[in-house]
C-alpha cells in the first residue's frame, strides 16, 4: 500500500476535483460517511459522541461524521473551535446543513468544557477533526487550548485523518496531541501514521475509500509504501519440484568473538531457518560450541584467536570461493585486528553484503571504509548504530529523513531497524514495515534479521526487493512468537525458529 505525504494527497484531491470534474463537497460527505459507519462498526454499542470540528476541511468531514452519527440514533454535539464565519467553503455547507438538525453546535469557551461533557448521558468518545494534514509548525491558540484541556481525559478518542498537530510527512511529533485509539484516514495512509514517533499517537489507522479513482493516484509518483502480505505475495518465488541445495544459494556468514560468540550462531540459525541452501559460518574457535549447538546444519570455518584479524584473510579468500552472499558483523568486534581484517576483506567481496552489528561501528570510526563496500550492500543499524554512521543525535526524533538522506547518499541499502523498521533504498523508494511488535526488543533479534536478509538474498531474490522482504519476515515471525509465548518470552532464536513464507 502506498504511503502518501500531504501535498501528494492535496494533489490527488485537486486533479479529482477540478480534472475529472467531481465537486470537492462530494469527497467530504463520502468521507464523512465512511467514518461514521467505520465508528458505528467499531464501537456499536456507544452513543454518546463529541465531535471537535476545527474551520477547515477536516473540520468539515468532522460536521459530515455529526450528521451521519445522529441519523443513527446516537447522541451527538458538536465543539466548534472558532465562531461559524471562520468556516469556509464545504465546510461552511456542512455547518449550515447539520444546523436544520437538533445538534448542538457549541463554540468553545474555556468556562464551558467541563459542562458540555458533564452533559451527555453516557462518557463522549471524542472525535477530532480539528486539524488536517498542513501543520509543521507549534500550535498555538484555540486548538492548541483545546488538546490541552482534553488530554488528560480518560475518554477514548477517534482522530479523523490524523491526530490533529502531528506533521503528517515526517514521523516527527511536534506538538501534544489526543492520543487516539483508531485514526480512521482517506484514501492513503500518511506517513505520521506509520512513522514512529508519531504513529505511537494514532492508535489503529483504518484507510476508507473515498472514491479518488486509482488513475488520479497514480499519476502522483508515490515512492514510499508499507510492506504488508501484499508485497510478500507479489515477490514471492516457490521452489521448483526438482530443487536441491544447491538451487538456493550460499551464505558465508562472518562474525563471532571471544565475548559474543552467540551473534554470529543466531544469525547463521537465522539464515538457515530462512530459506538459505547452504550456509557456513566463518567464525573464531571460541564460537565453535554455540554455532554447532544452535546450527548443527550449517557448515563452519573456525579461526584461531579469540577474534579475526588479518592471519585469517587467507582463509576468508578461499571461504568466498562459492558463496552467494555475505553477512558481516554479528558478535565480530571493533578490536584493531578485527579493523585490519575488514579494512582487507570488503575490497575481497564482490557479492551481495549484508553489513551489520561492529561491522556498522566499524564502518562508522574509519569513513574511508565506505569506498570498498560492494554493490549492493545492506547496512542494518539500529538507531544508536546510526546516530555514528550518520553523526546525528535525533534519529529517533525524525527517522525517514535520515533514513532516506544516508541511503541516497552513500548508495546504500538502509534498513534502519525499530518499531516500523525502515527500508530506504538508493533510487529514492522508501518502505515501512508493518510487521513486528515490542516483545522483539530482545537480544540478538537483530542479528536474526541479519540472517534472514542473508537467506532472502542467496535465494536470488535482487536486493531492493530481498530487503523489505527480510524485514517483513523477521517482523512476523516476532508476532508469531508473540502469540505463542507473549511479547516477554519472545527471544531471538524463538523468532528464527517462526520464520515462515
Known amino acids: 500500500m502506498l ?25 467530504m460527505e463520502q468521507a464523512g460517511r465512511m467514518a461514521a459507519l467505520k465508528i458505528n462498526e467499531l464501537y456499536p454499542s456507544h452513543m454518546s459522541f463529541l465531535v471537535l470540528a476545527g474551520p477547515g476541511n477536516n473540520g468539515g468531514d468532522g460536521l459530515v461524521i455529526a450528521r451521519y452519527l445522529h441519523l443513527a440514533g446516537k447522541e451527538v454535539q458538536v465543539l466548534l473551535s472558532h465562531e461559524p464565519e471562520r468556516y469556509k467553503g464545504d465546510a461552511l455547507i456542512n455547518h449550515r446543513i447539520l444546523s436544520e438538525l437538533p445538534v448542538p453546535l457549541l463554540l468553545y469557551t474555556e468556562d464551558d468544557l467541563d459542562e458540555v461533557l458533564a452533559s451527555f448521558d453516557q462518557t463522549p468518545l471524542l472525535i477530532d477533526a ?35 498537530g502531528l506533521d503528517a510527512d515526517t514521523g516527527e511529533q511536534i506538538n501534544p496531541v489526543l492520543v487516539a485509539v483508531h485514526t480512521l484516514t482517506f484514501q492513503l495512509p500518511k506517513i505520521c501514521h506509520y512513522v514512529t514517533p508519531a504513529a505511537n499517537t494514532c492508535g489503529q489507522v483504518h484507510v476508507l475509500d473515498i472514491g479518488i479513482w486509482p488513475e488520479v493516484i497514480d499519476q ?6 508499507l510492506i504488508t502480505h501484499a508485497f510478500l505475495r507479489k515477490h514471492y518465488r516457490p521452489r521448483n519440484k526438482d530443487a536441491h541445495k544447491g538451487s538456493y544459494g550460499h551464505v558465508l556468514m562472518v562474525g563471532g568473538s571471544r565475548f559474543m560468540p552467540g551473534a554470529v550462531a543466531l544469525a547463521t540459525y537465522a539464515a538457515s531457518c530462512a530459506g538459505a541452501g547452504l550456509v557456513t559460518a566463518f567464525t573464531p574457535e571460541v564460537c565453535r560450541q554455540s554455532v ?3 546450527c548443527p546444519e550449517a557448515m563452519c570455518i573456525f579461526t584461531e584467536g579469540p577474534h579475526l584479524g588479518p592471519r585469517d584473510l587467507a582463509a576468508f579468500d578461499a571461504a568466498l570461493k562459492g558463496k552467494s552472499v555475505v553477512a558481516l558483523g554479528p558478535g565480530i568486534g571493533t578490536h584493531p585486528d578485527t579493523l585490519a581484517f575488514l579494512t582487507q576483506a570488503l575490497p575481497m567481496i564482490q557479492v551481495p553484503l549484508v553489513l551489520d552489528a561492529d561491522g556498522l561501528n566499524l564502518l562508522a570510526s574509519h569513513p574511508e571504509l565506505w569506498l570498498s563496500l560492494p554493490d549492493p550492500v545492506i547496512l542494518t543499524p539500529h538507531p544508536g548504530e546510526m546516530a555514528r554512521l ?18 541516497q547518499d552513500r548508495n546504500v541499502i538502509l534498513v534502519l531497524k525499530g518499531a516500523g523498521t525502515l527500508v530506504a533504498l538508493p533510487d529514492g523508494r522508501t518502505y515501512v514495515n508493518t510487521t513486528g511488535n515490542p516483545g522483539m526488543a530482545s537480544g540478538g533479534s537483530g542479528d536474526v534479521l541479519t540472517g534472514i536478509l542473508a537467506a532472502c538474498l542467496a535465494q536470488g531474490y535482487p536486493a531492493e526487493v530481498a530487503a523489505p522482504l527480510g524485514v517483513f519476515l523477521h517482523g512476523k515471525a516476532g508476532d508469531l512468537a508473540a ?19
Open 130 to 164: 480539528l486539524l488536517g494534514t498542513g501543520i509543521r509548525d507549534p500550535l498555538r491558540g484555540t486548538v492548541a487550548e483545546i488538546i490541552g484541556r482534553l488530554a488528560t481525559r480518560p475518554n477514548p478518542v477517534i482522530a479523523i485523518d490524523l491526530p490533529s
Open 3 to 27: 504511503l502518501s505525504t500531504a501535498a501528494q494527497i492535496r494533489e490527488a484531491d485537486r486533479i479529482q476535483i477540478e480534472e475529472k470534474q467531481v465537486p470537492g463537497i462530494l469527497l
Open 220 to 225: 502522483l509518483n508515490i515512492r514510499r509504501s
Open 292 to 294: 554447532s549447538s544452535l
Open 483 to 501: 502469540q505463542q509465548v507473549g511479547m516477554e518470552g519472545v527471544t531471538a532464536r524463538r523468532i528464527a525458529e517462526g520464520v515462515r513464507w
Open 390 to 407: 550518520t553523526g546525528r543525535n535525533n534519529i529517533n526524533e525524525r527517522r525517514l529523513e535520515a533514513a532516506e538522506r544516508l541511503a
